[in-house]
C-alpha cells in the first residue's frame, strides 16, 4: 500500500494510507540510507490490522529542513504581532527559503487581540510585497481568520513555521476541534515559548490530499545559499522596481538613480523592510567571500 508518513515517534512510523493509519517499523536497510521526513510518501507491507513495514520511500518533490518536511506546498509562518515580539528578520529568512524551494508562503500574523493595529500595519506591508497574508486571533474570534486559511489549505499540503509561542499549535487546535495539540505558556522572564512541540507531525484534515503540519518553533536560521540577484528576486517589492533603476543591474545599495531607494523614501516601499533587505545583502557578500577563501 502507498502512504505518506505522518509522523516519527519512539521507533514507530506513523503512516496514512487510504484513510487509515498504521503504525509501522521501517527496514532497516532504508533507516541506514539516510532520512525519512514527514511528507515522505512509502510503500508499507500491511502487518495486522493496523501494523505495517515500511519498504520503500518514494522520491520526494522537494524538502525543507527547517522545519524538516518532505513534499510540500505551501509554509504557513506564522509570527505573533506581540508575545513574543515579531521577528521580522526571521520572517523574510524564511520566505526567502520558500522562494529558493518552491515553496508558496502564507505569512499569518497572530495574537492581534494584544495589538490589532500592529497586526494591521504588518499586514499591510506584506500584502503590499504581494505576499498572501493574513490576521489572524485564536482567543477573540471577531479577529479570527480560520475561514481565509480553510480555503487556502485545501487540496495542499501545509507546514506551519514559526518562533516557539506565536501560537500555531493552538490555531491548528482553534480551527479542528477534533485535533488537540499540547500547547504551553510564554516564559515570563525571557519573552518567549518554551518549545512545547517537540517533533513534526502531519495532520490528515479529512479533505482528499490536505494535510497540516505542526512543527516546533525555532529562531536561529541561516540563510539559504544564494546570489545577490537571487536576494533581490525574494522581495517581492524590490525585484519589480529594479527595470527602472539607472544602473543595470542595480542591488539597490549605493548606486544612484536607484528607483527602490526612491519609492523608499517616498514611502512606498517599507523602510524597515529595506533595512533588512540591505542587511541580508551584507549577509551575502560576507558568505560568499567566505567561499572563496575557503
Ligand atoms: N492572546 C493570544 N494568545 C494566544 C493566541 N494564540 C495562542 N496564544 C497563546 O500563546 C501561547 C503559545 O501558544 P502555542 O500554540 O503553544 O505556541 P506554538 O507556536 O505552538 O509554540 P511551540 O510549540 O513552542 O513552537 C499559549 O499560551 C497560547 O494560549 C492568540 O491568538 N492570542
Ligand atoms: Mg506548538
Ligand atoms: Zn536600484
Redo the contacts with the bound molecule.
Sequence with gaps: MEGILLKQYGGFYFVYAQGESYTCRIRGSLKRNGTIYPGDYVKIQRIGAQDGVIEEILPRKNEMIRPKMANIDQCLI?L?VS?PEPDMLLLDKILLWNEKNDIRPIICF?????APQKGQMLLEIYQKAGYCAFC?????SDMAGWGFLSKELSGKATVLA??????????I??MFPDVH??????SDKLGR?????RFAQLLALGEENTFLA????FSLLELPHMTEEELQAGFGEIAPLAQHCRFQPCLHDKEPGCAVKEAVAAGQIDGERYKRYLYLLEQIRQQKERWEND
Excluded: M, R, Y
Design positions: 506564522v505573533a508575545d497572530n495574537k492581534c487581540d494584544l489572524n486571533s485564536n482567543i477573540n514559526g518562533p516557539s509561542g506565536v501560537g500555531k499549535s493552538s490555531l487546535n482553534a495539540l499540547e500547547t504551553g505558556q510564554i515559548g518554551k518549545h512545547t512541540t505542526d512543527t516546533p518553533g
